[in-house]
């Protein structure tokens, strides 16, 4: 049997195109988009407006790819939800709903797994198993609007996996998530978080995209960086911060540089100092973020006084500087424990 295409995967041109090939008139292709983008519907079944004769031809090509939740916590502190989502093949992913007072954002994966290997990270420990496609970035947003029942106005692709090393589903999710057709969320309201793949960084500022990009920092000098980060060793602190000037330069975007808090090796006054310095030339701000330990290193989280002394010293120098605020706190510890947690159960 051929594989069925993946029609959550194709763009509106794209769509229009394969049913205008199959001699379809032009309205269909708005209709079936809005269903499966703007409805989040998660079979031909649901297409209710469709004849049956054209719902059951539809689903002999093409399939819908949909996720299924197969755990959820929710918080009882401040209404984080933590999703685990198995898709097709049995591989399992993490997404996270936010509320805020702007409104709800999800944080999303963009492969199983990683292979950048950052120390302190959970999601790499095993390495990668494959990239995501643009139907499973999209699905994790579907699924949770429709769970709670309201709008999801903001993502932030920065939960499991290196979104850049998966570009083109990227650009085709970015593309399709910002479609006034579909969940017509506001360019503006995505960040992507990178760990500094300057090629990828580089090409991306030519995307004609107003998102936001975001740098995983975590060092201010090249050694340190190292340590925490061996992608550093391909490329190294100079080379990355001429890339973000270059996407400011070219987007008119600000940068996000995150920098995770980590005890003793990267939070003295010192690397402070050095992060002021080095941020001296670039637009955007610094969020800092405690690192959450995870059980398979020994890293410790800066404690409070350090945090506000070290975001005290950015401010004197002139950087705009936030705390990430802890959500979800009662939920569960480090970003993809959730996912562990449910493979080491499920392997006993
Ligand atoms: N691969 C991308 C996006 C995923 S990680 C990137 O590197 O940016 C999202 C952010 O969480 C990154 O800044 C990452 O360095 C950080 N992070 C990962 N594990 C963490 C942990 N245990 N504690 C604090 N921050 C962590």
Redesign the pocket.
């Known amino acids: 049997m051929m594989e069925k295409t993946d029609i959550r995967s194709l763009t509106y041109e794209e769509l229009s195109e394969e049913l205008g090939g199959m001699g379809l008139e032009r309205y269909r292709a708005e209709q079936i988009f809005r269903w499966l983008h703007e409805k989040a519907a998660a079979s031909f079944d649901e297409m209710t407006n469709l004849p049956r004769t054209l719902r059951q031809s539809l689903a002999e090509r093409y399939e819908v790819v949909t996720l299924k939740a197969v755990d959820m916590r929710a918080s009882a502190l401040d209404g984080t939800r933590k999703y685990l989502f198995a898709l097709a093949d049995g591989n399992v992913i993490e997404s996270v709903l936010m509320r805020y007072k702007f409104g709800n954002s999800v944080c999303i994966s963009?492969q199983v797994g990683?292979r950048?290997g950052?120390r302190?990270?959970?999601?790499t420990l095993d390495g990668l198993a494959r990239d995501l496609r643009a139907s499973e970035m999209l699905d994790q947003i579907y699924r949770i609007g429709r769970d709670i029942g309201e709008r999801i106005s903001h993502v932030?692709?920065?939960?499991?996996?290196?979104?850049?090393?998966n570009y083109d589903n990227l650009l085709r999710f970015l593309r399709m998530a910002s479609d006034e057709r579909g969940m017509n969320i506001s360019q503006r309201n995505i960040t992507?978080?990178?760990?500094?793949l300057v090629p990828q960084m580089r090409r991306l500022a030519g995307e004609r995209l107003q998102i936001t990009l975001?740098?995983?920092?975590?060092a201010s000098d090249d050694e340190t960086r190292r340590e925490l980060?061996p992608i550093a060793k391909r490329y190294p602190l100079g080379e990355v911060l001429d890339a973000c000037r270059n996407y400011y330069e070219k987007t008119g975007r600000r940068m996000t540089f995150?920098?995770?808090l980590?005890r003793g090796i990267n939070d003295t006054e010192k690397h402070a100092d050095a992060l002021a310095r080095l941020l001296r030339d670039q637009h955007g701000h610094v969020n800092l973020?405690?690192?959450?330990?995870?059980r398979e290193r020994d890293?410790a989280?800066s404690d409070r006084k350090h945090i506000e002394a070290f975001k005290n010293c950015l401010e004197k120098r002139g950087i705009n500087v936030t705390i990430r605020r802890e959500m979800g706190s009662d939920i569960d510890g480090?970003?993809?424990q959730l996912r562990r947690s449910y493979i080491r159960e499920k392997e006993g």
Do not use: K, Q, W
Request: proline share 7%; glycine share 10%.
């Open positions: 963009s990683c950048m950052c302190f990270c959970a999601s932030v692709v920065m939960g499991s996996g290196e979104p850049l090393d992507v978080s990178t760990c500094g975001a740098l995983s920092l975590h980060m995150e920098y995770s980590v973020i405690p690192v959450n330990p995870i890293f989280r480090a970003c993809g």
